[in-house]
């Protein structure tokens, strides 16, 4: 079994992730079908402080691109993408969508079985279908106004939101896109699904195929990590990586400083995968991005502890409401506050900190032109630094010299 260092280990997953090669000097649809594939699946999130979520892995990736291509590719009705609870709220390959059929089946049971709001409620689910059928795509608010002129029982706006989202849940509706960032509710006929909706893979084989993915984009993992990717259980995630080492496709390894109790944790990796001599980037990460999404692997493999505050009473906040962790090479040196104040057209840096031992300088001399070229990509004038954190003075100053 293979040994790596933790610095082979980080290697390796900024390499999966993308990080390994330098930014194109122009972005096409082409290389966002690329970066999305590579990474699998992107987090959809509502704070919108500096830039939606699922905005920001590609910019970390590729640097500046047209947002509006992207959401052509991942929001449109018949797009390449679709959405699901894929992780979270995720975005996937359409042709993906039978991978998810164990799943929906899976929730459709679990809700149907208990006595709660699905068993109670069957006539308003069938409402909401019918709704759909006679009116093609509808968000919420189109749904619970329609029930408010009375074309329909009345229902509370909660009441619809529910129905839409357990139907979501199980597939009897699915995404049309977004509209602003509500989700467009379809029935699978309306954007062209219907064929991909019938098929269905065998749930240990579906769990496999996601299991195999998850060790591709991660590049090395526990088994913890891997089933966190796309959401698994930890026994058919187990089961899977059974069968894919004996069938010679992943890898068992050890890292260093990886423990369970005294003994090294298991890791695997994709079999023969060349772990890089170096990672040059520089880079602000989305909260919500694979590299950090899952905090326990965030801390195993960059020694970074790092929580979002944007639920902490802001008297009580350690780093500011976003924070972004600064990703520089394959060190996770630091972490900024970012918001993009449109009213007055600038980036606004409302914290930004060094962690212990990175000298503040060094980082900011790095992340100066990242924030520089983040401001003009969400279409900002200039970037303002604020007076808070242990790495203000030197981004207040690298951003200066980069004005």
Same mark, same amino acid.
């Given at each position: 079994?293979?040994?790596?260092?933790?610095?082979?280990?980080?290697?390796?997953?900024?390499?999966?992730?993308?990080?390994?090669?330098?930014?194109?000097?122009?972005?096409?649809?082409?290389?966002?079908?690329?970066?999305?594939?590579?990474?699998?699946?992107?987090?959809?999130?509502?704070?919108?402080?500096?830039?939606?979520?699922?905005?920001?892995?590609?910019?970390?990736?590729?640097?500046?691109?047209?947002?509006?291509?992207?959401?052509?590719?991942?929001?449109?009705?018949?797009?390449?993408?679709?959405?699901?609870?894929?992780?979270?709220?995720?975005?996937?390959?359409?042709?993906?969508?039978?991978?998810?059929?164990?799943?929906?089946?899976?929730?459709?049971?679990?809700?149907?079985?208990?006595?709660?709001?699905?068993?109670?409620?069957?006539?308003? *689910? !069938?409402?909401?279908?019918? =709704?759909? &059928?006679?009116?093609?795509?509808? %968000?919420?608010?189109?749904?619970?106004?329609? @029930? +408010?002129?009375?074309?329909?029982?009345?229902?509370?706006?909660?009441?619809?939101?529910?129905?839409?989202?357990?139907?979501?849940?199980?597939?009897?509706?699915?995404?049309?896109?977004?509209?602003?960032?509500?989700?467009?509710?379809?029935?699978?006929?309306?954007?062209?699904?219907?064929?991909?909706?019938?098929?269905?893979?065998?749930?240990?084989?579906?769990?496999?195929?996601?299991?195999?993915?998850?060790?591709?984009?991660?590049?090395?993992?526990?088994?913890?990590?891997?089933?966190?990717?796309?959401?698994?259980?930890?026994?058919?995630?187990?089961?899977?990586?059974?069968?894919?080492?004996?069938?010679?496709?992943?890898?068992?390894?050890?890292?260093?400083?990886? *423990? !369970?109790?005294?003994?090294? =944790?298991? &890791?695997?990796?994709?079999?023969? %995968?060349?772990?890089?001599?170096?990672?040059? @980037? +520089?880079?602000?990460?989305?909260?919500?991005?694979?590299?950090?999404?899952?905090?326990?692997?965030?801390?195993?493999?960059?020694?970074?502890?790092?929580?979002?505050?944007?639920?902490?009473?802001?008297?009580?906040?350690?780093?500011?409401?976003?924070?972004?962790?600064?990703?520089?090479?394959?060190?996770?040196?630091?972490?900024?506050?970012?918001?993009?104040?449109?009213?007055?057209?600038?980036?606004?840096?409302?914290?930004?900190?060094?962690?212990?031992?990175?000298?503040?300088?060094?980082?900011?001399?790095?992340?100066?032109?990242?924030?520089?070229?983040?401001?003009?990509?969400?279409?900002?004038?200039?970037?303002?630094?604020?007076?808070?954190?242990?790495?203000?003075?030197?981004?207040?100053?690298?951003?200066?010299?980069?004005?």
């Amino acid at each position: 079994m293979d040994q790596l260092s933790r610095a082979e280990a980080r290697r390796l997953a900024l390499a999966a992730q993308g990080f390994d090669r330098a930014q194109p000097s122009a972005v096409s649809a082409r290389t966002l079908n690329s970066a999305v594939d590579r990474v699998q699946v992107l987090q959809l999130d509502s704070v919108n402080v500096f830039a939606r979520s699922h905005y920001l892995p590609l910019f970390a990736r590729l640097g500046a691109y047209d947002t509006s291509a992207l959401d052509r590719l991942v929001f449109s009705r018949r797009g390449r993408y679709l959405e699901y609870w894929a992780h979270e709220a995720a975005l996937i390959r359409r042709d993906d969508w039978p991978l998810w059929q164990w799943k929906r089946e899976a929730l459709r049971q679990k809700y149907h079985a208990r006595d709660g709001w699905v068993s109670k409620n069957p006539r308003m *689910m !069938r409402w909401l279908l019918d =709704e759909l &059928a006679a009116n093609g795509p509808m %968000t919420v608010s189109d749904v619970e106004h329609d @029930t +408010a002129v009375r074309r329909g029982p009345w229902w509370g706006w909660s009441d619809v939101k529910l129905g839409l989202e357990y139907l979501f849940a199980f597939g009897d509706v699915v995404s049309a896109g977004r509209r602003g960032f509500s989700r467009v509710y379809a029935l699978p006929e309306h954007i062209g699904l219907t064929e991909l909706h019938e098929l269905a893979v065998p749930r240990a084989e579906a769990e496999r195929e996601l299991v195999a993915r998850s060790v591709r984009a991660l590049g090395v993992g526990t088994v913890a990590d891997i089933a966190d990717y796309h959401r698994l259980k930890i026994a058919p995630t187990q089961a899977a990586l059974r069968s894919l080492v004996d069938d010679g496709l992943v890898e068992p390894v050890t890292v260093d400083g990886w *423990m !369970r109790g005294s003994r090294p =944790e298991p &890791a695997y990796r994709w079999a023969s %995968t060349r772990v890089p001599r170096r990672i040059e @980037t +520089a880079a602000l990460l989305s909260p919500f991005d694979p590299v950090v999404w899952f905090r326990p692997r965030t801390e195993r493999l960059f020694d970074f502890h790092y929580r979002i505050e944007i639920y902490t009473p802001a008297p009580k906040r350690q780093f500011g409401y976003y924070s972004l962790p600064v990703l520089i090479d394959e060190t996770l040196v630091g972490r900024i506050d970012l918001k993009s104040d449109r009213q007055a057209g600038v980036l606004r840096v409302q914290s930004a900190w060094a962690e212990e031992g990175v000298d503040p300088d060094s980082m900011a001399e790095r992340v100066a032109p990242v924030l520089a070229r983040a401001a003009q990509w969400q279409g900002l004038n200039g970037v303002v630094v604020a007076d808070w954190g242990n790495a203000i003075e030197a981004i207040r100053a690298s951003v200066a010299r980069e004005g």
